[in-house]
Nanobody, 119 residues
Framework: VQLQAFGGGLVQTGGSLRLSCTAS????????MGWFRQAPGKQREWVAA???????NYADSVKGRFTISRDNAVDTVYLQMNSLKPEDTAVYYC??????????????WGQGTLVTVSS
């Protein structure tokens, strides 16, 4: 499956964005999905994950602010980001993941989508 993330942009502190990640194959509903991010000069980190059964988990840094969801009818996973902070600035990526460990399973990450939060 090929994945493409989009929806990033520039937003002020406290603002919101919704990211989308579309899959190229109709077997999307089989996969557990995750969002990751990489800030400048830092390692990529896991942000949120949703199982094929729609169970969700979040990193502590985004819990209560971000919501992951999926729509299998359109082969898309979303990340609703509210109350954004400057430290959320990063390139965001989606990937298929293992469950419940949330480890990424695909080596190719794609271009990701840049989120910039201004203070």
């Amino acid at each position: 499956v090929q994945l493409q993330a989009f929806g990033g942009g520039l937003v002020q502190t406290g603002g919101s964005l919704r990211l989308s990640c579309t899959a190229s194959r109709s077997s999307f509903d089989y996969y557990h999905m995750g969002w990751f991010r990489q800030a400048p000069g830092k390692q990529r980190e896991w942000v949120a994950a949703i199982s094929r059964g729609a169970n969700t988990n979040y990193a502590d840094s985004v819990k209560g602010r971000f919501t992951i969801s999926r729509d299998n009818a359109v082969d898309t996973v979303y990340l609703q980001m509210n109350s954004l902070k400057p430290e959320d600035t990063a390139v965001y990526y989606c990937n298929t993941v293992t469950w419940p460990s949330h480890s990424p399973t695909r080596k190719y990450w794609g271009q990701g989508t840049l989120v910039t939060v201004s203070s």
